[in-house]
């Protein structure tokens, strides 16, 4: 059961963030010259497959660190610090990428129907990304980090 919920927390962490990497990479630019639809569409189409990859990372998170042994132990090695590090990092990509997903895609498609100029909130969604991106790797190092703790 262990490297199974192992295998599939590493799964949503690359069906998350391969995905918003696809997007931010490779359609982002192509909106920026001229294919906001196809982008806006993308990023509609793409929120079911995040957020469940999101689910399972979150809870197949919480399996691995009971996982960990006792309390005691895990604050001795420093692994709590780490842990307390990356829950922390993680709650911010969330609440970044719910901010992305939730307000600023539906801003985007709303200024395409209404005819209204889709640079403000391309804008916002490319900096999203790239905080949420950034986050990734730290919480990537972490990871690896309370792994070798």
Same mark, same amino acid.
């Given at each position: ?79 709590? @610090? %780490? $842990? !307390? ?7 911010? #990509? &969330?609440?970044? +990428? ?34 949420? @991106? %950034? $986050? !990734? ?7 690896? #980090? &309370?792994?070798? +703790?």
């Amino acid at each position: 059961m262990a490297l199974l919920s192992v295998w599939l927390h590493l799964l949503g962490v690359v069906a998350w963030i391969g995905g918003l990497m696809y997007q931010a990479h490779v359609l982002g630019p192509a909106a920026r010259r001229g294919a906001v639809g196809v982008f806006a569409e993308a990023a509609r189409g793409g929120r079911p497959v995040a957020w469940t990859a999101i689910a399972v990372v979150a809870l197949t998170g919480f399996y691995n660190v009971t996982r960990l042994g006792p309390l005691e132990r895990v604050m001795e090695t420093g692994a709590g @610090l %780490l $842990l !307390a590090g990356k829950f922390m990092l993680v709650l911010a #990509a &969330v609440a970044l +990428a719910a901010q992305r997903d939730f307000s600023q895609v539906p801003r985007l498609r709303r200024a395409l129907a209404e005819g209204q100029d889709p640079a403000p909130p391309l804008r916002t969604i490319a900096w999203l990304d790239r905080l949420v @991106l %950034l $986050l !990734a790797v730290a919480i990537v190092y972490l990871g690896v #980090a &309370v792994s070798r +703790a």
